[in-house]
């Protein structure tokens, strides 16, 4: 499976982003999806994670009520409605594919990751 995250950029703290991450090569509907941050210097981070079915989710404290984490079995989409962003939200955000079809915030059950996607959010 190949992951291509997209829909970063720069917006103003209080403004809104959607990340959504695409899968190629193969579908990757019977994975738990995960979306992971990283900030130069820190550990990679755990955001949210959606299980195969898309029924069961999961998030960071540091995010919970302001992101969404939803799955389109049809278009073999994940996506990350982020809204009210807040200066340290500003990271690398990266997608993931599990091993196993159970939403994990464990990035070692995480086998594919995608590249990365740049979100900047100013004071």
């Known amino acids: 499976v190949q992951l291509q995250a997209s829909g970063g950029g720069s917006v103003q703290a209080g403004g809104s982003l959607r990340l959504s991450c695409a899968a190629s090569?193969?579908?990757?509907?019977?994975?738990?999806v995960g979306w992971f941050r990283q900030v130069p210097g820190k550990e990679r981070e755990f955001v949210a994670t959606?299980?195969?079915?898309?029924?069961?989710?999961s998030y960071a404290d540091s995010v919970k009520d302001r992101f969404t984490i939803s799955r389109d079995k049809v278009k073999n989409t994940v996506a990350l409605q982020m809204n009210s962003l807040k200066p340290e939200d500003t990271a690398v955000y990266y997608c993931?594919?599990?091993?196993?079809?159970?939403?994990?915030?464990?990035?070692?059950?995480?086998?594919?990751w995608g590249q990365g996607t740049q979100v900047t959010v100013s004071s």
């Open positions: 959606i299980d195969w079915s898309g029924g069961t989710t």
């Open positions: 993931a594919a599990g091993l196993y079809a159970n939403a994990s915030p464990n990035p070692r059950v995480y086998r594919y």
């Open positions: 090569r193969r579908t990757f509907s019977n994975n738990a």
